[in-house]
Every structure is written in structure tokens, then in C-alpha cells.
């Protein structure tokens, strides 16, 4: 079901009941109803694989898939980001361009309009194109009854269709109230033919209106109604996410538009989305439902148990119109907050009998929903220990941690003056009270604290004594040390962001995780019933909301760090050597194996990670930074940490871009060498090559020379010869000619001497009729040598006989 078809050729314009749209699938509430409307779905492939089962039968050993639907359900639907491809539980994503026809194939329309204004043109367009539809329709029915008679008539109930319109009660926003001597008496879904919309939301208020006369014209063929929402919370958070975004970072000042005494129709998503459900399976008789808490709740009673609950506790009550200069605030925003309207939801409790999320009021349901919006925004807290002894870095890597991770800067060295600063900005406050940037409140007037309790006074009054000790100048003992930590690390910003201890005590460590009056978090059953037996009592006595997730135990020799201390820069904060010594001696009687603070935590199963330190020269400690946040991961993507981690990304990316760079230039210069040397080989190669075919060239000229002498003194002439003859006579076979030519010139076929001609050989052919003759005769002819030839022996006897084989001559 979570492939996408192509939807032009898969539906084809056929209607059916059975088939559901839900417009931007991937929005805040999309998500919520397509989960809910999916169950109809997965009830319906449950039934099928029963079915097929029963009709197997129990015993069979046969495996058989279930029997296809012939007209399933399925869901389409449009999304907000184009790079989503494929959905669970969806058939189709349709382009929102093309949508509307497909918007008329299916039985069941879910048009949510309330946050983006496009979807209002979109739902507009589909109701006149649905309007237009219904009227051919019933036209054609009302021809069909004339030819037919009525009772002839098919029943349509099952081409019914039906459309809901997710709306929003800021088309309620400028009603008058029901009684004027009564204003908080709320409104009801039958008083929505009174409703004033808001400048805003007249688009909302027409569309509102096409829906309840399309309803009330074809009530035959549709079934239409619209669900006008309250502020919508829960979840990733929608309208209010600035403020659960700052009340979990701990900005000092939550802001309040005005006083905060504006009600604020809301309701949980998971609750809407389960109403969408209920009015899809089982559609009501109604024309409009408000979708709204039965719990009235003030601005002021969403904000402020926000702060207190999880943020820093303090308010700031400003004009509404500036709350333009928040970033994070936009119009739709800015309206619903500033609404003030009192809705009581009669049919969803009366008649649907919905199973709320939780009855509980909002303020009561603050820990359940930053839960849900910490686990929804990827939210986690890390908790460092980093331990090691004088001057190798630990407030380096604390301070680098702190900034790169959001993490809160914890140290005893530094916790009095922390201290005194959160103080005082708390004095200051409580001395100038929330309202006092509202126009006519002065400073002091305390009329917006009108939830002061003994609580407040008693804090207030530990804040003044616990100041007045800090700016004494006293110095504090341990335990009042110990106590100051607690604080800090049991403080809302501590424990959302997550903290970085620099330097635990060395005597004192379990003093300052134990478990005291402090109430630790409380376990689900399923964490419970999943801890080992060995387990059950490791937390007895600590406070683990506490305890940290990582201890960093940074090792030196003490040559690096006696060497370290040498090269501090003169300055007021340089370390005398007497001091590193002494220091460092303290740490390691305090650090033996049977003593170290590690022992503790190594009895509670957090071991440390123990990092080596011996470079000179990483004076940020990188190298150390680099071990610890592999371990850690990848920081959360929260407001004031984006800038950080953009930052930090940007210098990454731009570090990736000059390697890649380099690497670029390198395998250029790299190619650009060889290709030289290439070029240069390929010369020498074509030099030696030349030479070498110029020497093969002389020595086959040298070898070739006496077959071409021989050729062209005993062949060619002869051959020559003929092919003249055959150019001059052009027999029908030349090659016949030609070798019978040449046989003429040799008709013995003998193998020719090398001084062979023709003359010579009629000539030999003469010398030898006349050696016949003169032996017949006997006659014996001397040769003639001359008298004054000087001839040697054995040369002259070989002269003579050959003379006298020649003797013709």
C-alpha cells in the first residue's frame, strides 16, 4: 500500500465509496488524521486474512494467500514537501495540480484548510467543480424518474458521498457575545449562523458557507459538515512551538501578549484527529461541530505552566503588536493567541462520547506534552563528566563541548559567580514585575502575579538570604559547594539541554549524586518490568536523573604536564611550577586504584572513556573533542544551536571543498606530470622508432638487393617481354598466353644458367653439331695459345682441358 501508482491510468476517473482524500498528508495535522484514518484500512485487510483463513480451513497445511479485494479501500492525498515519495497506508500521492479531478473519484473528502491558505483556493475550486457534478447528477435522475416509474428507481445510497471541512474557530473571532451582562457564556455548534470572522479569515468564513449549502441543497448525495478546530496542541507542536521551544532551552523571559487573560479555544491533535475518525466511520445528521476543549484555558494558563514546569519560571507580559519583532511568531500565530472566545463542544461529548487524550487541563498535561515534543523534535539532554588532573585541558574540552553540544557549563570553580548572576536577574525581576512593559503598569505593580503562592514567597525569600551569603565574600565551604552544584545541575536548563561537568571533586563525588530530598523521574511499567534483578537497587541510593552519561577521564604522563605548565604564556593567569607539582601530586595520592573518584561510577555501570592526551600542539583540544563527540553523536538541531551547528557545518563543508580542492589540483598536476612524461617518452619513442625503421629499412634494401639485381637481369627482360606481347595482342586468356610464351622461349623446361641468353644458346647449340661432326671424322684441333703466355702448371693443364672441351672455339 505505501507505493505510489500512476494515477492518471490506475483510477481512471471511476468513483468509489471506498476510496478517501486527505489533502496535505504530510502536514501537523495530516499525519495525525492518516493515522487514525488508516485503521479502516488495516481492519479491512485483518477481515480478508481471516476470511481467506476460515474458508481454508483450521487444520490446513496448505499455505494460501488471501483472496484480493475487488474494490478496496485506499487513500490518496496531496503533500507539502515534493520530495516526499512515498507514505504508509497511502495509494497514491496526487500533485496538487492535478488533484481535483482525482479529488472526485473518491467517496470520502478530508479538506483541511486551517493553516495554509492555499488549500482554501484548493477546497474552493473542488466545491464548484462538486457543486456542478451534483447538479448533472440530479438533472439525470429526475430524467431517469420520468421514463421510469418511482418504484423502478435505483436506490444510491451506496454512491453516496461525504465531505468534511477542517476549519478554524477564527471564523469565530469577532462575534459578539451571546448576553452582554454575561460575555463568558460560551458558544455552542448551533449558534455557528452568528459567527463573525475574523479580516483574516473571510476566504475561511465563504468556503464554511459553500460546504452547509452544498449540505443542505443535494442532502440526498452528500454528506457535508464542517469541523471548526480549536488551537491545535500536542506532538511536534504547531501554533505553540516558539513557546515550548524556549521554555525547554530556559530563555530567562517566556513571553505574554498583553495580560494573558484571553481564553484560547484548544485541543490536542491526537483528540482532532480522532474526531475525523469517528465522523468518518460513522457520519452525523449535523452541519457544523466545534472541535474544542471543555476546559477553558487563558493565555496566561498556557505560558506559564510552561515556564514553571520546564522553562526558567519568569514572564515577560509584552504589547501584542510586538510580538511582530519575534522572528518565530506570524500572523496566524499572533491571531490565535490574541483570540478570546468561549466554546463549549455539545455534540462531541454528548453524542460522539469521545475518549479525550486526557481530561486533565492543559497545565496538568505539561510534562506528558514536552515529552511528546521532546521525542517528536529529536530533544535529548547529554550529561558529561570530564575528569583529569592539573592543566591537561579539561576546561578546554568542557567550554568546546559546551558550545558545539548547548550543553550548561558546570564547575566548582566557577559556580559562585553563576550563581550570583542567576540571582540577581531574578531579583531584578521579581522587583519589576511581568507587566511592567505594559502600557500603564509601573514598576513593581505586581497585579499580573495574581498566582503568587506561600511557595513563591518562601523562594523569593531563600533567593535574597542565599545572595546576600554569595556577595559577602565569604568563601564557601564544601558542602556548601556540593549544594550550589546540586542546584545547578538540578536546574530546568541542566536538565533539558544536559550539562558539562568540569573537574568532580575528588572527595565528595558520591555526596553529590546521592539521592536526598530530590524526587528522581519516574519509570514507565515497561522500564520496570525490563531491568534485570541485578539492577533493582544499583539507583537505590543516587539520583539518576542525575548521573551523567559519559565520564571522560583525560590521561597524561606528568613529563607532558610539568612540560605543558612551562609553556603557559606569562600572564596573571599562568600556574607557577611549585603549584602544577603540588597539584599534581594531590591528584594522584587522590586518583590510586582503590580510591579514585571512577570507582563510583564504575559500581553503577557507567564506564569511563578514557582519552589519552600528548600533543603539544592541539591547544583546542580537537583530538580529545573528536573521541568524545563520536561517542556523544550529532547534536541536537534546536533554535539558538542552529546558528552553532550551521556555523560549524559551513566550516566542515568549507574544510570537505579545500580538501577536494587540493585533491583536485594535486591529480592535475599529477595528470599534467605524466602527460609531459608521456609526451616526452612518446618523442624518444618516435625517434627511436624512425631510427629503427630506417636501419630495417637499409637492411631490407641491403637484403633484397641480389634478388632484385637478379630479378631485373634475368626475369624482367624476358617477362617484360611477354606482357608487351600480351598488352599488344590481348588474347581471351592472357595468362595462357603468357605462359605459353615464355615456354617457347624454353621448351625443354631446363633450369636456365645465370648467364643464359638466346643468342648464346643457338650458338652452344652450332658448337656442338660441329664437335659431333669433327669426332665422327677423327680430326683433332689443337688450340692455339700463344708462345708467350705464361701459364702455371696446374693452371695451365686446367686452361688446356678446358680449351679443349671449348676446342669448336
Excluded at 99 to 116: A, E, F, K, R
Excluded at 217 to 227: C, D, H, R, Y
Excluded at 713 to 737: M, S
Excluded at 780 to 799: K, R, Y
Amino acid at each position: 500500500m505505501s507505493n505510489i501508482r500512476n494515477v492518471s491510468t490506475t483510477f481512471e476517473n471511476i468513483f468509489s465509496t471506498k476510496r478517501y482524500f486527505i489533502n496535505n498528508l504530510d502536514s501537523y495535522h495530516g499525519e495525525q488524521i492518516l493515522k487514525k484514518v488508516s485503521k479502516i484500512i488495516e481492519k479491512t485487510e485483518q477481515s480478508t486474512v481471516v476470511s481467506s483463513v476460515s474458508d481454508i480451513g483450521e487444520h490446513s497445511e496448505i499455505l494460501i494467500s488471501p483472496k484480493p479485494i475487488a474494490d478496496p479501500y485506499e487513500i490518496i492525498g496531496t503533500v507539502i514537501d515534493p520530495k516526499i515519495a512515498t507514505i504508509d497506508h497511502v495509494a497514491a500521492i496526487v500533485p496538487v495540480n492535478d488533484c481535483l479531478p482525482q479529488m472526485l473519484t473518491c467517496g470520502t473528502v478530508i479538506l483541511d484548510i486551517t493553516s495554509d491558505t492555499q488549500q482554501v483556493k484548493l477546497a474552493s475550486d473542488y466545491l464548484k467543480l462538486l457543486k456542478d457534478l451534483l447538479e448533472k447528477e440530479q438533472q439525470a435522475e429526475q430524467a431517469q424518474s420520468v421514463v421510469n416509474d418511482a418504484d423502478d428507481v435505483p436506490n444510491l445510497d451506496s454512491k453516496r458521498r461525504y465531505l468534511i471541512l477542517l476549519s478554524t474557530v477564527m471564523t469565530w473571532a469577532l462575534t459578539k457575545p451571546l448576553d452582554p451582562d454575561a460575555p463568558e457564556m460560551p458558544f455552542v455548534e448551533t449558534d455557528f449562523r452568528k459567527r463573525k470572522a475574523h479580516p483574516n479569515y473571510k476566504q475561511h468564513y465563504n468556503v464554511e458557507n459553500e460546504v452547509i449549502g452544498i449540505a443542505r441543497k443535494f442532502k440526498s448525495k452528500i454528506g457535508a459538515l464542517v469541523v471548526a478546530s480549536g488551537m491545535t496542541y500536542g506532538g511536534r507542536e504547531d501554533a505553540l512551538y516558539y513557546w515550548f521551544q524556549k521554555a525547554w532551552e530556559c530563555e530567562p523571559f517566556l513571553p505574554i501578549l498583553g495580560r494573558g487573560g484571553n481564553v484560547i479555544p484548544i485541543i490536542n491533535v491526537y483528540d482532532l484527529a480522532e474526531i475525523i475518525y469517528n465522523l468518518v466511520t460513522t457520519f452525523p445528521k449535523k452541519l457544523y461541530i466545534l472541535a474544542v476543549e471543555q476546559n477553558v484555558t487563558k493565555q496566561r494558563e498556557i505560558i506559564k505552566p510552561l515556564g514553571r514546569i520546564v522553562g526558567s519560571g519568569m514572564f515577560k507580559c509584552i504589547p501584542p503588536e510586538d510580538a511582530f519583532l519575534i522572528p518565530e511568531i506570524n500572523q496566524r500565530i499572533y491571531d490565535l493567541i490574541n483570540l478570546n472566545l468561549n466554546m463549549e463542544p455539545t455534540y462531541i461529548v454528548e453524542t460522539m462520547g469521545l475518549q479525550w487524550v486526557s481530561e486533565m487541563t492543559f497545565a496538568e498535561n505539561v510534562p506528558l506534552l514536552i515529552k511528546q515534543f521532546k521525542k517528536e523534535r529529536e530533544l535529548k539532554s547529554f550529561k558529561i563528566v570530564i575528569y583529569g588532573p592539573i592543566m591537561i585541558g579539561k576546561s578546554t574540552l568542557s567550554r568546546l563541548i559546551c558550545e558545539n553540544y548547548g550543553l550548561v557549563y558546570v564547575s566548582p570553580d566557577t559556580i559562585v559567580n553563576d550563581m550570583i548572576k542567576d540571582l540577581e536577574l531574578r531579583m531584578e525581576h521579581w522587583k519589576e514585575g511581568e507587566g511592567s512593559k505594559l502600557p500603564g503598569m509601573e514598576e513593581g505593580d505586581t497585579a499580573m502575579d495574581d498566582e503568587e503562592t506561600e511557595d513563591d514567597e518562601n523562594e523569593r525569600e531563600a533567593a535574597r538570604v542565599t545572595l546576600g551569603l554569595l556577595r559577602s565574600g565569604r568563601t564557601p565551604t564544601d558542602d556548601e559547594i556540593i549544594g550550589y552544584l546540586r542546584k545547578k545541575l538540578l536546574s530546568h536548563e541542566a536538565q533539558n539541554k544536559g550539562w558539562v561537568f568540569d573537574g568532580l571533586p575528588m572527595v565528595q563525588s558520591a555526596t553529590l549524586f546521592e539521592r536526598g530530598e530530590e524526587q528522581d523521574e519516574v519509570q514507565s511499567e515497561d522500564e520496570d518490568r525490563d531491568m534485570f534483578e541485578e539492577d533493582m537497587d544499583l539507583y537505590a541510593n543516587v539520583l539518576k536523573k542525575m548521573l551523567p552519561d559519559i565520564v571522560v577521564s583525560l590521561e597524561a604522563t606528568d613529563e607532558f604536564i610539568c612540560e605543558k605548565a612551562m609553556r603557559q604564556p606569562e600572564d596573571e593567569f599562568r600556574v607557577d611550577e611549585e603549584t602544577v607539582l603540588k597539584l599534581l601530586s594531590e591528584f594522584r595520592a587522590a586518583d590510586a586504584p582503590d580510591i579514585s573518584p571512577l570507582n563510583f561510577f564504575d559500581e553503577l555501570d557507567i564506564h569511563p572513556l578514557v582519552v589519552p592526551v600528548n600533543n603539544h600542539n592541539d591547544y583546542s583540544m580537537e583530538g580529545p573533542y573528536a573521541e568524545v563527540s563520536l561517542r556523544l553523536g550529532r547534536p541536537c538541531r534546536y533554535a539558538k544551536l542552529m546558528e552553532v551547528i550551521e556555523r560549524a557545518e559551513k566550516k566542515e563543508k568549507a574544510a570537505k571543498e579545500l580538501m577536494e580542492a587540493k585533491q583536485r589540483k594535486a591529480l592535475q598536476e599529477l595528470e599534467k606530470k605524466i602527460k609531459e612524461e608521456n609526451e616526452e617518452k612518446m618523442e624518444y619513442w618516435s625517434e627511436l622508432y624512425g631510427l629503427m625503421r630506417e636501419e630495417e629499412e637499409m637492411a631490407l634494401a641491403a637484403a633484397g638487393e641480389p634478388m632484385r639485381n637478379y630479378l631485373v637481369q634475368y626475369i624482367f627482360p624476358t617477362l617484360t617481354a611477354g606482357l608487351l606481347e600480351v598488352a599488344k595482342l590481348r588474347p581471351n586468356d592472357p595468362i595462357d598466353f603468357l605462359a605459353e610464351y615464355l615456354f617457347k622461349l624454353n621448351p625443354t623446361g631446363k633450369m636456365l644458367e645465370p648467364g643464359y641468353n638466346l643468342q648464346a644458346e643457338k650458338i652452344l647449340g652450332k658448337v656442338k653439331m660441329l664437335d659431333e661432326a669433327l669426332k665422327d671424322l677423327d680430326i683433332n684441333i689443337e688450340a692455339l695459345i700463344p708462345q708467350d703466355a705464361d701459364v702455371p702448371g696446374e693452371e695451365a693443364t686446367a686452361s688446356k682441358k678446358k680449351i679443349e672441351e671449348m676446342n669448336a672455339l
